[in-house]
């Protein structure tokens, strides 16, 4: 199986700030690499596909970059309801893989 | 509006199986794959399996060692997700959702709201 390594593990962020989380896989998905958002006791929402394609309706203050095995989330100026779990997820091979999760906490 | 509808909340004993429904509305079932995935309480998310509603194939994480079974039934546009003997590593709250076709990395792109598995004797 394709390994997905979310970094860090969590985060302290105030409003305003600019987030960066990280994404490596242990081998090369090309752009097969979408993100989502997850607040808890709800079911992920889809935030960027193919690694940097914003899904309808999400803010534009999100954003995806990358290819071949290091990928990056930025959360530009966050914001309250930005507060959350973010998780990759690679689709390059038959069967899928998410990272670990990056839980962004505030400050 | 696309919408895929779980059960209730269940309690099983080790051993035992599950068979958690999926029903999806507001497009055509059989264009969209859909997958499985768990999430035990306070951990990340795990890919179980994906079901072709078209025609029926599945593919299945190898870590569900033939435990796993998912079927789908045309007519109500439903698709089963069924785990047989349980453990108590299988409570989790499990979800299905809808692998978007249209782009390079095929999204999720609508979830169910999750059904809780509890395995506990």
């Known amino acids: 199986d394709i390994q997905m390594t979310q970094s860090p593990s969590s985060l302290s962020a105030s409003v305003g700030d600019r987030v960066t989380i990280t994404c490596r896989a242990s081998?090369?998905?090309?752009?097969?690499l979408n993100w989502y958002q997850q607040k808890p006791g709800k079911a992920p929402n889809l935030l960027i596909y193919?690694?940097?394609r914003l899904q309808s309706g999400v803010p534009s203050r999100f954003s995806g970059s990358g290819s071949g095995t290091d990928f990056t989330l930025t959360i530009n100026s966050l914001q309250p309801e930005d507060f959350a779990t973010y998780y990759c997820?690679?689709?390059?091979?038959?069967?899928?893989?998410f990272g670990q999760g990056t839980k962004v906490e505030i400050k | 509006q696309v919408q895929l509808v779980q059960s209730g909340a269940e309690v099983k004993k080790p051993g035992a199986s599950v068979k958690v429904p999926c029903k999806a509305s507001?497009?055509?079932?059989?264009?969209?794959?859909i997958h499985w995935l768990r999430q035990a309480p306070g951990q990340g998310l795990e890919w179980m399996g994906i079901?072709?509603?078209?025609?029926?194939?599945?593919i299945y994480a190898q870590d569900f060692n033939n435990r796993l079974t998912i079927t789908r039934d045309r007519s109500t546009s439903t698709v089963y997700m069924e785990l047989s003997s349980l453990r108590s590593e299988d409570t989790a709250v499990y979800f299905c959702?809808?692998?978007?076709?249209?782009?390079?990395?095929?999204?999720?792109?609508?979830w169910g709201q999750g059904t809780l598995v509890t395995v506990s004797s």
């Open positions: 959702a809808r692998e978007a076709s249209t782009t390079v990395a095929r999204p999720l792109d609508y």
């Open positions: 507001g497009y055509t079932f059989g264009s969209y794959y």
């Open positions: 079901v072709n509603p078209g025609d029926g194939t599945t």
């Open positions: 081998q090369s998905i090309s752009s097969y």
């Open positions: 193919d690694a940097s």
């Open positions: 997820q690679q689709s390059y091979s038959t069967t899928w893989t």
